[in-house]
T-cell receptor, first 110, second 115 residues
Framework: GEDVEQSLFLSVREGDSSVINCTYTDSSSTYLYWYKQEPGAGLQLLTYIFSNMDMKQDQRLTVLLNKKDKHLSLRIADTQTGDSAIYFCAEQNGNTPLVFGKGTRLSVIA | EADIYQTPRYLVIGTGKKITLECSQTMGHDKMYWYQQDPGMELHLIHYSYGVNSTEKGDLSSESTVSRIRTEHFPLTLESARPSHTSQYLC??????????????FGPGTRLTVL
């Protein structure tokens, strides 16, 4: 089946930028997503990008998509302690269920 | 604010018991999902439904069953709980429109411990 890979941990200092990377295998992915999970809660959609786009920006969040390399990244500018959470990359082909990565735990050091 | 609810939030039961985890949403979404989440974070899709009377098994082999008799309700049942079922169970719903991505709204989860 299709696979989504991401590094498990990332640690950054408050105020720095965070970059979380993700690779996927499905060349027919239609949408790619970033979800955030805070402790004791379910996941929450942060942003998504359509596969024919290269970049999407939403306030402090920038998503970059390299479709040729099947690489997706999420950049968080001016990272705050409240950004500490687990971030999940996911891909979707058409109307099929999302395929999630294993999650990257972001720790922000004050 | 997502209107999706899961009960109970925490459950500790003995081996062999039958349990039902409840999930309800008030958004009228056709799509609903059950995920099992490892302590190490990874999500596994165990069941999903794209509408009333429609259910499918997910990627992770599971001894659980689901039903979808009403749009808003998607309960998960374990006929005979075992310690290997100890996990966090997350329910989600979504309404994917044409030309836009699928926003899945997640419930807060049920943390199940089987002794």
């Amino acid at each position: 089946g299709e696979d989504v890979e991401q590094s498990l941990f990332l640690s950054v200092r408050e105020g720095d930028s965070s970059v979380i990377n993700c690779t996927y295998t499905d060349s027919s992915s239609t949408y790619l997503y970033w979800y955030k999970q805070e402790p004791g809660a379910g996941l929450q959609l942060l942003t998504y990008i359509f596969s024919n786009m290269d970049m999407k920006q939403d306030q402090r969040l920038t998503v970059l998509l390299n479709k040729k390399d099947k690489h997706l990244s999420l950049r968080i500018a001016d990272t705050q302690t409240g950004d500490s959470a687990i971030y999940f990359c996911a891909e979707q082909n058409g109307n099929t269920p999302l395929v999630f990565g294993k999650g990257t735990r972001l720790s922000v050091i004050a | 604010e997502a209107d999706i609810y899961q009960t109970p939030r925490y459950l500790v039961i003995g081996t062999g018991k039958k349990i039902t985890l409840e999930c309800s949403q008030t958004m009228g979404h056709d799509k609903m999902y059950w995920y099992q989440q490892d302590p190490g974070m990874e999500l596994h899709l165990i069941h999903y439904s794209y509408g009333v009377n429609s259910t499918e098994k997910g990627d992770l082999s599971s001894e659980s069953t689901v039903s979808r008799i009403r749009t808003e309700h998607f309960p998960l049942t374990l006929e005979s709980a075992r310690p290997s079922h100890t996990s966090q169970y997350l329910c989600a719903s979504s309404d994917q429109g044409t030309g836009r991505g699928e926003t899945q709204y997640f419930g807060p989860g049920t943390r199940l411990t089987v002794l």
